[in-house]
Nanobody, 124 residues
């Protein structure tokens, strides 16, 4: 599965941003989708994840409140909305997919398929 994350860029602190994850030629509804990020010099960390049907989500504790993930089944797209961006949000953001049986399953680890990432840089 080829995943494409997009929507990153250079933004100012306090701005909002919406990242997009797509899988051209694939039915993304067959996969739970997770978002991860990796800041310079740091390990990759889990941000959020959403179930196949979109009705269930999970967030890293530190991400609750400012991060929202949702999916548009008709557009075969998953989104990550980030509000009130902070300089510490600067990172390469990845989307990942996992083929799970249950429609409501939301894995936070063990993803098999990864995109190339989209860079988010937040200026203070």
């Amino acid at each position: 599965v080829q995943l494409q994350a997009s929507g990153g860029g250079l933004v100012q602190g306090g701005d909002s941003l919406r990242l997009t994850c797509q899988a051209p030629g694939r039915d993304l509804s067959r996969y739970a989708v997770g978002w991860f990020r990796q800041a310079p010099g740091k390990e990759r960390e889990f941000v959020a994840a959403i179930s196949r049907h979109g009705g269930s989500t999970k967030y890293a504790d530190s991400m609750k409140g400012r991060f929202t993930t949702y999916r548009d089944l008709a557009k075969n797209t998953v989104y990550l909305r980030i509000h009130k961006l902070e300089p510490d949000d600067t990172a390469l953001y990845y989307c990942a997919a996992e083929n799970v049986e249950g429609l409501g399953v939301v894995p936070t680890t063990g993803y098999d398929y990864w995109g190339q990432g989209t860079q988010v840089t937040v200026s203070s």
